[in-house]
């Protein structure tokens, strides 16, 4: 199993906490929000390839990370190699679809890979939905239920066609035409490749990812998992805190 994970960004929005140490890897309710994902990885079947994408300045932080975490893994399948882009600061970032592009160079002739945001926890089990991606004919993305229009207006929100294929998916719109979310975390077939380098030679959007999701949409078929359940995006100061207040089971004062 690959899985790429994305944890090149600079989270300027979270300083100072984020200035000088990755999002990634900042501690909720006792350990790195990596962790969380990784322990979903672990109900997951067979070998896992982990590669893990970030920058210069945080790169040392991710590989004390990595040599903790094969100290104390719980399978011994499991491998994480660190990436370094090479950016510096967040002027120069390649961004997000840069980075997937710049992940899947590095590995050979993938045939699936789950690619993820590092600065998400998900309320979810990853196992079924490997398990059915990897005997389907199609890429899939997770959708999330969303009752609130102005969240919905700062994410992705996915237009559907029939038997759960999405057509299209808008990045924060002003109007959103469902009441689903699109959390950064993708099923991708190998032929997700060449086309991911199609949209960067003709887009001016190389951060978001829900922007190329949008054009694989248009390219390739694209079908939704509706989980109904949650996630903790820690986008900013006070949902950091307020994930890491819910998963101690202390009070949140909204």
Known sequence: MITILLCAGYATRMHPLTKDFPKPLLPVAGKPVLDYFMAQLM???????????????????????????????????????????GSTDNDNRLGACRDMAWAFEKI?????????????IFRFSLAPLWEEFAGADSHRIVVLPESNPEKLQQTGVP??????????????????????????????????????DRFLQTSGNKDAPGHFIDYLCQNSKVCAFKVRSSRFDIGSIDDYHSADRRLR???VFM
Do not use: Q
């Open 43 to 85: 109900d997951i079947d067979g070998e896992h390839d982990v590669h893990v994408v970030t920058n210069e300045r945080f790169a040392p932080h991710f590989k004390a990370w990595r040599k903790d975490w094969m100290k104390r893994r719980v399978s011994k399948f499991t491998e994480i190699t660190v990436h370094n882009d």
């Open 108 to 120: 050979e002739n993938f045939t699936h890979a789950l690619v993820a945001a590092g600065d998400n």
């Open 159 to 196: 237009r559907f066609g029939t038997a759960d294929r999405v057509l299209r998916l808008y990045e924060k719109p002003e109007h959103p035409p469902t009441d689903w979310s699109c959390p950064a975390i993708y099923f991708l077939k190998g032929s997700a490749g060449p086309i991911l």
């Open 249 to 251: 089971g202390e009070p």
